[in-house]
């Protein structure tokens, strides 16, 4: 076997046809691409923003129905009272009269708030008179399923009261 | 001697990519910083939207107190609310007049009253069903005029930003104030005591809106 003798100017040769070890430049490479990949990601992901923020607010919608109920409700329960006849039994026309002001608030078959149609034929265990007062007990759900993520149902009871 | 000559260039390869990695980081560092520093709403992709509510509540209680209120025009007093419920498009031009007074100083008395800092929009508008803009919008143009007409007859208006004495230049900044308002704005129906339009045709019963805002201008 013959052992070939390597010289200092060889070895430099071999190194230089080698070039930079292979783990160097890979992870000189792998750096880079770590890098620019993370920037890349950054820059797709986070690039503009998009977002919808709820406050507290989204409850004014339903207190606006409210309080819009009841100003509706007052003004017809001041027409359908003022316009009854039989004083000691009121009740059953208070709720016919009810029922010819309530039909005043539609618009081609619709109330001007989609609520008050739970109003509609009042039953005569809502209508009391007591005291000379006609007393109008309402029960009315009120929901709101448009806001995103939320859904709020409300029932609301009231008592009106009107004096005949 | 051999070995030691080997190290030497060993670590120069190390030192020469040690060298490109930390630059590597100050790229990305540099290139982090500029990218997360331009991140700020503008228009166009950039979406936040703060849910926007129809209607005010502090608007709609102001504006049943004022619904509530009374005003005596010609020796005769009688609520807000019904003086709304007249004829507005068959109405003399001097009476309507009056009742706009009327509203327009009842209104003032409640601005006066929080420190001169708020903006009001008033529009009451008899004998329709809907919203005037979304009449307009599916009207016809031939017809747009004379809705637009009928809208103007039919309705009491005002608002901080009305103004006949602003000039050309300022009308488009009024309009656009006045509709920011309007946009706010509570809104309510009163109703007519009569089914009868202006075409003499019975129809639904007809009814007042109310569009009403204070508050912020």
Known sequence: MKIKYIGDTEKREMNRRAGTPIDIT?????ALALAGGTLLIFYLHSGYVSSKILD???????????GKIDFYVKEMMIKASTQIS????????FISNFNVELVKYKTNGTYV??????????????????DGKIIFFININ???????????NYNYNKKFEREI | MINRRSQIGSTLTWFTATVIIFFIMVLFLTVSILDSGRKKVTSGWDDVKLEEFSGNLESQRVLFNLLESSFEIENVSMKMKDWLTFDLYNMEASKKSLIRENIKLKIFELINANGDKDCYTFQAISGIEKDPKEILKTTDSRGSGYVSDFIEKSSIEMSSYYNPAVDLRGVRYANAAHEKLLNRAT???????????VFGVKEDYQKVLIKFYIGEC
């Open chain 1, 113 to 130: 708030l989609t609520e008050l149609s739970q109003l509609e034929n009042p039953s005569s265990n809502n209508v009391q008179f007591v």
């Open chain 2, 187 to 197: 809104s309510i129906f009163l109703i007519r005591n009569t089914n009868v339009n």
């Open chain 1, 56 to 66: 507290s607010r989204f409850l004014d919608e339903i207190y606006l129905k409210e």
């Open chain 1, 142 to 152: 009120l929901k709101q399923d448009s806001i995103e993520k939320f859904s709020v």
């Open chain 1, 26 to 30: 890979l992870l000189v490479f792998m």
């Open chain 1, 86 to 93: 039989d004083k000691n039994n009121p009740v059953p026309e």
